[in-house]
């Protein structure tokens, strides 16, 4: 039941295309932070194609609802696009099926050798170190290591860098100062809304969960 909830919120609240991340886990994005390639809990290129829609490639697997893997790098403190793959199969000289993934970049940007993300502002997750816990949902895997990088219109403004119990500790401190905010009672009411069961408690606990997807900056110290 509370599953089902789960999916409808996310439908409701980040698109529904996002919704089978739910159930399945992701192929992340990647980016070079300080020259080291890290995987992203985040989605930079998403808000371009929710307004545009029909440019969006056809999902791949329920491993890859966005049908793409961003490759995301930040120069001079600005946050660029460089690349975008998907998985493509193929049959091998001995009827063996195979995998091997693409360029789709100059699909898209056929004349930019890079793209800064100027539409994007939001905090980027990079889980690094030791898996601590896999779970087969989305990015629910938790890591022993994060940097958060929080962007602003395409600009890096702040890293930080937690281990695993601080990168909790963080979420809850940044619920915390949320929930005091116009956003998150905007938010809470359009969630209530849609919710038939009227689980205030499992709302709250929701929006705890994603804080870091509802709130575009660092709102601690």
């Excluded at 909830?5 to 439908?11: C, E, K, Y």
């Excluded at 990079?126 to 087969?136: D, E, F, I, S, T």
């Excluded at 359009?190 to 709102?219: G, P, Q, R």
């Amino acid at each position: 039941m509370k599953k089902t909830l789960s999916i409808i919120l996310i439908v409701l609240t980040i698109g529904i295309s996002k919704a089978e991340s739910l159930i399945t886990a992701q192929y992340p994005d990647k980016i070079i932070y300080n020259g080291k390639e890290f995987d992203l809990n985040s989605n930079p290129l998403e808000p371009y194609f929710e307004k545009n829609p029909e440019n969006r490639p056809d999902m791949v697997s329920t491993a890859l609802w966005r049908g793409y893997v961003g490759h995301f790098e930040i120069i001079e403190n600005e946050l660029y696009l460089t690349d975008m793959k998907r998985p493509v199969g193929y049959r091998d000289d001995d009827g063996n099926f195979q995998e091997k993934w693409v360029s789709i970049y100059r699909m898209y940007f056929p004349r930019q050798e890079k793209v800064k993300i100027d539409w994007f502002s939001g905090i980027l997750i990079l889980p690094h170190g030791k898996m601590v816990q896999y779970v087969h949902q989305g990015y629910a895997s938790t890591y022993s290591k994060y940097w958060l990088l929080e962007i602003e219109n395409g600009k890096f403004n702040e890293a930080r860098k937690y281990n695993n119990k601080e990168f909790v500790k963080f979420k809850k401190r940044q619920f915390e100062l949320f929930e005091k905010t116009e956003e998150y009672k905007k938010l809470y009411a359009e969630l209530k809304e849609n919710d038939e069961y009227n689980d205030d408690e499992f709302i709250k606990s929701f929006i705890s969960d994603f804080v870091i997807n509802y709130t575009t900056k660092f709102l601690t110290e």
